[in-house]
């Protein structure tokens, strides 16, 4: 008993379990991916929470129907009882979904009011542009602004971008050129889509974030990183036939390594990344020799 019962539970375990990396999703995940802002953070605690709610409900109602079908079955029951009326029971299933719901919509709109408020003084900011069927990056309030378009990596430019490492580079989540952000800052993204484009939207999954990119219409939503890494995420909005290649990744880094990519990529951005890839990428490759 007491052993498949752990064996059950190392089961569910495994299933649960996100990836070390924490940045992409993995295999076989069925829960959400490691949370890295403290919005996110939320969202995984709000959908746990809410799961004690929708659990024991379904178990209930199915309880009924499985009652109500083998108890008051035609030959169990040949003479159907005529009521129509519980003044009890009628109390019970009013009042009952009133306090679920009272009890969702609180930490829901808590929630909502965090991710609608936008800080006040953002340390950056950065205009998302989507067009079909890539994304364009810029950073605004700076003297020379830096933007660039980021592309899906395909697979016969991952030898010269350097990038051939797959647990790193996924395939169809890997770009070409990755947001780069500093950790622990207030970022405020600004997004929208190109003026005679359709809708896209920006999401970022492990940020809790997921904006829509409208034509003509600038959205904007915010976060803060509390670790380094390389995030995935995806267009989620249904924008055309290569809706499924125009991924999205940031690179959250030290404020220094930011600040250096920064500077050097207006004049050089190839330049830029190289610099940023040997600081960030070669310490995470070594680690993993080590422990081989
Ligand atoms: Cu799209």
Redesign the pocket.
């Known amino acids: 008993m007491n052993r498949a019962f752990a064996a059950i539970a190392a089961t569910i375990c495994l299933l649960f379990a996100s990836g070390a990396g924490a940045d992409q999703p993995v295999p076989w995940q069925l829960d959400l991916q490691q949370p890295v802002t403290s919005i996110m953070h939320e969202i995984k605690w709000f959908s746990h929470y809410t799961l004690w709610f929708i659990v024991p409900i379904t178990l209930l109602v199915l309880a009924l129907l499985v009652w109500v079908v083998v108890r008051y079955r035609a030959s169990a029951n040949p003479v159907p009882s005529r009521t129509s009326h519980n003044t009890t029971i009628e109390v019970v299933w009013t009042l009952g979904p009133v306090l679920i719901l009272l009890f969702l919509a609180i930490p829901s709109f808590n929630l909502l009011n965090a991710q609608l408020t936008m800080p006040e003084n953002p340390d950056v900011t950065v205009k998302a542009t989507?067009t079909?069927?890539l994304w364009s990056y810029e950073y605004e309030g700076m003297e020379n602004p830096v933007g660039f378009d980021s592309y899906l990596l395909a697979d016969k430019d991952r030898e010269k971008a350097g990038k051939e490492d797959r647990a790193r580079y996924p395939r169809l989540l890997a770009v070409d050129n990755e947001l780069v952000l500093p950790v622990n800052k207030t970022v405020r993204m600004l997004v929208t889509a190109a003026p005679t484009d359709?809708?896209?939207?920006f999401a970022m999954p492990a940020f809790g974030i997921k904006i829509d990119?409208v034509p003509g219409r600038l959205n904007e939503t915010w976060f803060r990183a509390e670790k380094e890494g390389l995030y995935y995420g995806q267009?989620?909005?249904?924008?055309?036939k290569?809706?499924a290649f125009?991924p999205i990744a940031i690179r959250v880094v030290s404020e220094d390594q930011y600040k250096t990519w920064l500077a050097a990529a207006g004049s050089d951005l190839p330049g830029a990344y190289r610099q940023l890839m040997a600081a960030t990428d070669a310490p995470a490759r070594a680690v993993a020799v080590a422990s081989n």
């Not at 359709?198 to 939207?201: P, R, S």
């Not at 267009?235 to 055309?240: F, K, N």
């Open positions: 989507a079909q069927w359709v809708i896209h939207a990119a267009c989620s909005e249904l924008c055309g290569d809706h125009m």
